[in-house]
């Protein structure tokens, strides 16, 4: 939520900020602004797409080669000129970039408005700018003590990128919470809230982390704590090419993302599943089998589609390792007083591995004695580096803010570790294991097979892209797909959708039934089949609309539905790889047809970072 840019060497700082924000747009997309060096600094900030700072005019554009940039997620204050950031304080001597929130802003305000201090913008950023210099003032203290004075004083998260006037020549940054890579050149250096920004200049860098500051010139990087104890920077090559976060020729990035899914599968498996040999091979579990074989139960944290990834999660590790299983939202999880301890496992799944309440949760749980487990697809992310253990879901970055192909990741790396850990219980046999594992290598050409019949799915878009509602129906290991379909479609299209288990319809959801309503049923072929089927009827019967997924060959409930979305018979277990994509695909077109950014839906970001 929020991304920042910053850098300083030798090039202008301009165009490299300003693409370095475009490309970091997905983190927040309602107000944006770049503070240039030049003689000074000068600042310029825009409601709207970051496309608006374009208009920028000034020579100072073309000459400064130092500068801080901002995307912004309103969260203090509506997206307004005023409000987006850089912030600079009332003497106009520091100016600043900020992602995250000071939850005491109120506090610190009030102080500073009692010393004379006003205000423009209705921003914690702000007050926090403000904040520091009047530390920097009463202590007649360099910026650096000032900050560090004052980060110590703050509550919430940040990461804030400092100019200060009289000091061309250096930027100084702090992370809490929030984060921030530094791209390491030579004679310049690249700062930002992922490495997406940084990838086309350099694949060196630095994860900042928590509780540190970082002061940057063009050619050194001194890296210190809270306390100002010096720390060794932690220098890391970046495994990213620069297509991987370009369209490739896609309409939008959730198209290509949707369409990569045989590719990022594939990378999921590799190196993990071997046929030849015919084992599995998961680092992160196998150093610490015996945690999970003798887990008394798994908590498993997450939000939004991880979450739904969570809940198939439970069906997979509960059928074949016979563990207890619970599915919490993180922000539920941190909130109350979970009972949870040494002997519990807790699997955080995340595609950013940045989600604020995910990571409080882990923070919580491992403070208890809960072993770690991260599923996590940014590497060097957060939460992976916090958690004791884990799995990259190895997906490739992810720029559409709706995830899929990060969930689908999600879901093979889990169905792995239930495979990998039933296995080791013997509550899996060797025959299927097998089974499982033949099936495993299989799921890319599968999902390539529904990719290939994307043009009839939007034959079916386009009977609905105006409907108002949306129930998404599913059982068993479906029934997550129906709740992840609708969330895909209401985020993408603004249509109210809902999702649930076929057989609760009744009690309750069936009331809204009419001949209006589109009814999507998640129906493959599985236990619950015939089940699935009587609840068609039951909507039919009610004039209701019947969309259906159907595994290939089911004439029964083709002649049922009103429009059908056909994928290939897979194991019930990995079903939910293959059924999610028509949905993912629907929503697309949907949402096209609706005239909607679907890369950028309104009022969302990428990377929630704030509670
Ligand atoms: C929905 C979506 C969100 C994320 C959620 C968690 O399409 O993308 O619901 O799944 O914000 O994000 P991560 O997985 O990054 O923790």
């Known amino acids: 939520m929020c991304g920042i840019v910053a850098y300083i060497g030798k090039q202008a700082a301009y165009p ?29 900030k825009k409601k709207g797409r970051v496309a608006e700072l374009e208009s920028w005019n000034e020579s100072i554009i073309s000459e400064a080669t130092v500068g801080i940039g901002h995307t912004r997620w309103a969260t203090h204050g509506e997206p307004s000129d005023v409000n987006a950031h850089p912030h600079t304080s009332n003497s106009g001597r520091i100016t600043l970039v900020h992602n995250g929130i000071i939850e005491n802003y109120g506090s610190l305000k009030q102080e500073l408005v009692q010393k004379g201090y006003t205000f423009k913008s209705e921003t914690d950023t702000e007050v926090l700018v403000n904040f520091i210099e009047d530390i920097q003032i009463n202590n007649n203290s360099t910026l650096e003590e000032a900050m560090r004075i004052a980060l110590k004083r703050v509550v919430g998260a940040y990461v804030i990128i400092v100019l200060e006037e009289g000091f061309p020549d250096r930027l100084i940054a702090a992370r809490k919470g929030s984060p921030l890579v530094i791209g390491v050149g030579d004679g310049e250096h690249f700062l930002a809230s992922d490495a997406s920004p940084i990838i086309e200049y350099t694949k060196k860098v630095i994860y900042v982390n928590d509780y540190e500051l970082a002061i940057i010139s063009p050619d050194e990087i001194i890296l210190k704590n809270l306390g100002n104890e010096p720390i060794t920077p932690y220098i890391q090559q970046l495994d990213m090419e620069l297509a991987q976060i370009e369209k490739g020729g896609f309409d939008h990035f959730m198209l290509k993302e949707i369409f990569d899914q045989p590719g990022s599968l594939t990378d999921c498996l590799r190196g993990r599943l071997d046929m030849e040999n015919l084992t599995l091979t998961l680092a992160g579990v196998e150093e610490h089998m015996s945690v999970f074989s003798q887990a008394k139960r798994i908590i498993i944290v997450a939000c939004g589609t991880s979450w739904h990834a969570g809940l198939v999660a439970e069906y997979m590790i509960e059928t074949l390792c016979r563990i207890p299983v619970e599915v919490e939202y993180a922000s539920e999880f941190r909130y109350r007083n979970p009972v949870v301890g040494e002997g519990d496992v807790l699997i955080a799944i995340s595609q950013s591995g940045e989600t604020a309440d995910t990571l409080v949760a882990i923070e919580k749980a491992k403070e208890a004695g809960a072993f770690i487990f991260g599923v996590v697809n940014a590497v060097g992310s957060s939460i992976a580096r916090l958690s004791h253990s884990g799995a990259y879901t190895h997906a490739g970055p992810e720029i559409g803010v709706a995830s899929t192909k990060a969930f689908t990741a999600q879901l093979t790396v889990l169905a792995m570790m239930a495979i990998k850990i039933g296995r080791e219980k013997k509550t899996v046999t060797e025959a299927e294991y097998n089974r499982y594992l033949a099936e495993l290598a299989l799921i890319p050409e599968k999902v390539k097979a529904v990719l290939e019949t994307h043009e009839s799915i939007k034959e079916v878009a386009k009977h609905y892209a105006d409907a108002r509602d949306f129930l998404f129906l599913g059982r068993g290991y479906n029934f997550p797909v129906a709740l992840e379909g609708a969330l895909k479609l209401k985020e993408i299209s603004y249509i109210h959708a809902e999702g649930y288990p076929a057989a609760e319809m009744k009690h309750g ?16 072929k599985d236990a619950y089949y015939e089940k699935i089927v009587s609840n068609i009827q039951e909507i039919k019967a009610r004039k209701g609309m019947v969309i259906a997924v159907i595994s290939e060959g089911d004439t029964q409930i083709r002649d049922m539905a009103d429009h059908v979305m056909v994928v290939p018979a897979v194991d019930e277990l990995l079903a939910p790889l293959i059924s999610v994509i028509p949905t993912q695909i629907l929503s697309y077109y949907i949402g096209v047809m609706r005239g909607l950014d679907v890369d950028k839906p309104r009022n969302l970001a990428k990377s929630v970072t704030v509670e």
Do not use: H, M, Q
């Open 509 to 524: 959801p069936i009331a809204l039934v009419d001949e209006n309503l589109p009814v999507l049923f998640i129906a493959t």
């Open 16 to 44: 490299i900020i300003l693409k370095g924000l475009k490309r970091l747009e997905y983190r927040g997309y309602d107000s944006s602004g770049i503070a240039l060096f030049g003689e000074n600094v000068r600042t310029f």
